[in-house]
């Protein structure tokens, strides 16, 4: 990635030819806040552990997590590790594509010069340190960019699917929030699981899900879910602050009610559903809270689909490592029709 006029560039480095091998641009922040509190600066390359390899970064792409991770909202996340007073990754960005620069003594299945693709820490910048575990070969038919916007919400999208909601084919499946970056993949993973797929989302939008594939789409401008009387084998929940007894109408007897995470909701711990599913997820046989975890495998199933044309990754815009701030603002604002992928 290259460097951008947009955030002011600070450095402590001088300009000599060694140091610039071993400096790169990023996007960095050294305390919670808004999108103000980022700024692109030159720091040190990152050095690689035994099992992990350095990527030099071609796309990246913005997610909400990126939001959350950049504001410490909701405070849990502070509590539960990603650092109290101020984010422990200094460097934000999480999905990255790119090709592997150099590998650690214990890493045999990568070799410099591999096209990859995968999470890691850091990834809004001009290199990233990546764990294997996390990392796997880039699909054929996709760019970098199209790569980059796959992995967090692809994978979280697939887990909250299969793992959590054990979805089959033949199944009525609901989406809610079928329009964001967890739930146009959604769509897409479910067609190809062979089940019936209805998406909610705004109006804005309606023509979005159809694209890829939903077989209804369900505006809640002009019509409740809740209330319609229809009812759904499996029900994934990205968006709204319906409470679990308003989302239970919906579903079928013995059917699986999976809280992928919402905008809104506590400032403490999230959105209303999530949280109440996480407590009572034990008591509740149907009740699947998903907690999403990046895997070499998921990502190499998700590889498979998209190479047989049943995923394909939807991009609203791409912008440069200096736009960063936009992007994540434009994200959160839940203006996106698509991922927003940072190139160089």
């Known amino acids: 990635m290259g460097s951008d006029t947009q955030l002011s560039t600070t450095s402590s480095y001088t300009s000599s030819a060694a140091t610039a091998e071993v400096t790169m641009q990023a996007v960095v922040q050294d305390t919670y806040g808004s999108a103000d509190v980022l700024r692109l600066a030159r720091i040190a390359r990152p050095e690689i552990g035994d099992d992990e390899t350095l990527l030099r970064v071609h796309a990246a792409s913005v997610h909400i997590g990126d939001w959350h991770v950049m504001t410490g909202l909701p405070y849990l996340l ?8 101020a984010p422990k990754a200094r460097v934000r960005g999480m999905d990255v594509a790119g090709t592997v620069e150099a590998v650690g003594q214990n890493v045999t299945q990568f070799e410099a010069g591999d096209e990859v693709f995968g999470t890691c820490d850091g990834s809004f910048a001009e290199y990233a340190a990546a764990r294997v575990d996390t990392l796997a070969r880039k699909p054929a038919n996709l760019t970098f960019e199209q790569a980059a916007a796959v992995p967090t919400s692809a994978v979280a999208a697939l887990q909250a699917l299969r793992d959590a909601g054990g979805i089959t084919s033949g199944q009525q499946v609901l989406i809610v929030g079928a329009s964001g970056g967890v739930g146009l993949f959604a769509v897409q993973i479910a067609k190809s699981f ?18 890829v594939g939903a077989d209804h789409v369900i505006d809640y401008a002009e019509e409740d879910f809740v209330h319609s009387g229809q009812q759904y084998d499996l029900i994934l929940v990205m968006g709204g602050n319906r409470s679990l007894s308003q989302l239970k109408k919906a579903l079928r007897p013995g059917g699986t009610l999976v809280p992928v995470g919402t905008e809104e909701g506590n400032r403490w711990v999230g959105g209303k559903a999530w949280i109440q599913a996480m407590l009572l997820s034990r008591l509740v046989r149907h ?48 203006k996106a029709r698509g991922k927003i992928v940072i190139t160089g």
């Open 194 to 211: 062979g089940a019936e797929v209805t998406g909610v989302c705004s109006t804005a939008k309606v023509d979005l899900i159809r694209s």
């Open 287 to 334: 009740l699947r809270p998903l907690a999403s975890e990046p895997n070499q495998a998921d990502l190499q199933f998700l590889t498979e689909l998209i190479e047989a044309g049943k995923i394909t990754p939807v991009i609203d815009k791409t912008l440069p490592l200096g736009g960063v701030p936009d992007a994540i603002r434009y994200v959160h604002g839940g």
């Open 78 to 85: 502070r509590v539960v590790g990603f650092g109290f007073r």
